[in-house]
């Protein structure tokens, strides 16, 4: 007879290698491929409380985020600033769309993560794309948590972090940020994003491959002993 301390044997040994295996493989994420991801290089002579804007054509920083389409803005140690001392306004004139582009080294067929962090005061839309492609998963509109403290960082926590996800199909994808504001008479007039980040998502490793190949194989092998015992009892 087969007690049934012995028949949940798989199930303690899957959950005991699968761990085991686990332990062995180190946590490691791909690295943000995006350049100058806070704006922190952005208008390098700004002077704390400057908001200073970029027409389509110019560059921001000298080279890694470029004004496609519009007006964008930059705003250095105001309280519409996330973390650091600056970050990036989208529809600087509020006739928009504008746009800021980013043109980022990747790999064909890899799929990358992106996130930011943003906040308004104003009705918006926004659209973030990848490669010409909008990014999964990142809605059309940033969250109207407004601005109402009046000291730099003072209104860190209203941002939102923002996640999506996409395939790179080439080796130099662009990634770009356009939004539009809609202000009114009761509304403010920003749209704020600050520290971009694009990851490869990491593929499984070798290592976790081979621990789970090897918990498949002795699993087969202890529930084949146990059949064959059962058949010897009867």
């Given amino acids: 007879m087969i007690s049934s301390r012995n028949s949940s044997l798989p199930h303690a040994l899957l959950a005991g290698l699968f761990l085991f295996g686990c332990s062995l493989v180190p946590d ?3 690295g943000n491929i995006v350049q100058d991801p806070g704006f922190e290089s952005a208008d390098p002579g700004a002077l ?8 389509s054509g110019q560059s921001v920083d000298g080279g890694a985020w470029m004004v496609t389409q519009g007006t964008v803005g930059i705003d250095t140690a105001t309280s519409f600033v996330f973390a650091g001392n600056k970050s990036l306004l989208l529809d600087g004139d509020n006739s928009g769309p504008d746009s800021v582009t980013q043109t980022l080294v ?10 930011f962090w943003a906040n308004a005061d ?31 960082l003072s209104n860190s926590a209203n941002f939102v972090l923002y996640m999506g996800t996409a395939m790179a199909t080439s ?16 509304s403010g007039v920003t749209i704020e994003i600050d520290n971009v980040g694009v990851s490869a998502v990491p593929e499984p490793s070798a290592l976790t491959l081979a621990a789970v190949g090897a918990v498949g ?3 087969f092998g202890v529930r084949r002993r146990m059949r064959t015992r059962r058949c010897s009892a009867n």
């Fill in 106 to 115: 990747t790999t064909p067929g890899q799929l990358y993560t992106i996130s």
């Fill in 217 to 219: 194989s002795l699993l």
């Fill in 28 to 30: 490691v994420r791909a």
């Fill in 171 to 186: 080796t130099s994808t662009e990634l770009t940020f356009t939004g539009t504001a809609f202000p009114t008479i009761d």
């Fill in 122 to 152: 104003v009705p918006n839309s926004l659209l973030v794309t990848f490669g010409g492609t909008a990014v999964s998963g990142v809605p059309t509109t940033i969250a109207q948590n407004g601005f109402p403290g009046s000291d730099p």
């Fill in 48 to 55: 704390p409380g400057d908001l200073n804007f970029f027409d």
